[in-house]
């Protein structure tokens, strides 16, 4: 159910595919009140696909890895029913989608970019502490526990990584297992270390796809991107 606002805007009046949503759209003919409206890009590049989605001040407040487009859609409409957000698929320019292409590409070291880190206070102390791994370095969860005054909190500081909605951005990448593992990632043990290895050699390291993708053909079965 999608209303076209512009020749390169359209609107997701609800979240796909949330069923309850669905439902109550055909049976009352109106879409469900949502208090906010999340812009949402895809970024392609050789190496690995992204949807970016922005708040109305412009700040990043999703980043999902695509590997299958029918997946990565359910992730972040599950994300922003949470935050009670409806979608509005915008393939215009702007500074996320460019900064984002810079960085894959090799010639960004750093994000200027407004972030809004949607979590608990406990979450958004780790995340922070992310944001100042500098390109190229990595820290162990135990250092990251110990930058937040919380040295005990390790399993904790783990799952807070693993519940970063805007990775990449806020480089949860960087950080390893004690003994130097690369342990989980939501986008894929093989997307951390590309994205380790675009960071630690010089230039950009060897274009690679996820296994099984086949992104192009379900942006064209959705009908959300051309």
Known sequence: MLGVCSPRVKFVWYNTPMAADQRRVRRTGTPPAFEALWRVDRVSHPALSLLVARDKHDAVVYVGFVVEMTNALTSLSKFARRHNARLCVDSRDNPARRQLLEYLGGQRREFDLEVSLLGTEFQRKAWQA?????????????????????????RAIGHANGDNPVPVIVPCHRVLGADGALTGFGGGVDVKRWLLALERTPGCPPAWRPKGSSPRHSQEQLGLFG
Do not use: D, K, N, W
Not at 135 to 140: D, L
């Open 130 to 154: 992310l944001r100042e791994i500098p390109f190229g370095q990595i820290r162990s969860y135990g250092e990251q526990a110990r930058a937040i005054g919380r040295p005990t909190a390790v």
